[in-house]
């Protein structure tokens, strides 16, 4: 199984400043074929199912703000969000889909300082 | 819109079998280019993929649970379903089904997610 690990665990960012989230596999996610990373990033609300924000590690998703912005290949990858807002308070995950089984990090809880 | 909804008990016993249905709405759940999966999460915890189906009955498990699992579809009731076997308490947790393309050899993240349902392993 690909391990996925996330830093920080929770993250207090106050409102309008940068917000940075970072997700490591143990093996690498990069497919040497097409040259893309097998890397998704999701926001969790409460009592919500997690939304894809970011696929193939830098793609953003129709209608995501453009303050969230994904980096980074092979096992190391960053998950920023440039201005924090309210509505932004959630739970992190990144997730490879690089191979079977697909797994998650463990998350980051994102709160306003 | 693509609507998933998960249906089922959310109250089974330890050693009894867990079944729940994902109703698709405003998609064929034939259609050749995704796969229908199942992710769970404990309450307060992370998520784990527990397998997905494509609609030709191919599927895919997560070796941690493939002994327990089995996920199956019918494409006439645009449906697909989870049935796991002999459940603890560390199988209580919300199930979500979810969506993903995939193409050739290749993989695509859940870009559409049913609300979720939680199932409790009490007797």
């Known amino acids: 199984d690909v391990v996925m690990t996330q830093s920080p665990d929770s993250l207090a960012v106050s409102l309008g400043e940068r917000a940075t989230i970072n997700c490591k596999s143990r093996?690498?996610?990069?497919?040497?074929?097409?040259?893309?990373?097998?890397l998704a990033w999701y926001q969790q609300k409460p009592g919500q199912p997690p939304k894809l924000l970011i696929s193939w590690a830098s793609t953003r998703e129709s209608g995501v703000p453009d303050r969230f912005s994904g980096s980074g290949s092979g096992t190391d990858f960053t998950l920023t969000i440039s201005s924090l807002q309210a509505e932004d308070v959630a739970v992190y995950f990144c997730q490879q889909y690089y191979s079977t089984p697909f797994t998650f990090g463990p998350g980051t809880k994102v709160v306003i300082k | 819109q693509l609507q998933l909804r998960e249906s089922g008990p959310g109250l089974v016993k330890p050693s009894a079998t867990l079944s729940l249905t994902c109703t698709v709405s405003?998609?064929?759940?034939?259609?050749?280019?995704?796969?229908w999966g199942w992710i769970r999460q404990p309450p307060g915890k992370g998520l784990e993929w527990i397998g997905s189906?494509?609609?030709?009955?191919?599927?895919y498990y997560n070796p941690s649970l493939r002994s327990r699992v089995t996920i199956s579809v019918d494409t006439s009731r645009n449906q697909f379903s989870l049935k796991l076997t002999s459940v603890t308490a560390a199988d209580t947790a919300v199930y979500h089904c979810?969506?993903?393309?995939?193409?050739?050899?290749?993989?695509?993240?859940?870009?559409?997610w049913g609300q979720g349902t939680l199932v409790t392993v009490s007797s």
């Open positions: 979810a969506r993903h393309p995939a193409g050739g050899n290749n993989w695509h993240p859940f870009d559409y």
């Open positions: 189906i494509y609609y030709s009955g191919t599927t």
């Open positions: 093996q690498s996610v990069l497919y040497n074929s097409n040259n893309k990373n097998y």
């Open positions: 405003g998609d064929s759940i034939g259609s050749s280019i995704f796969y």
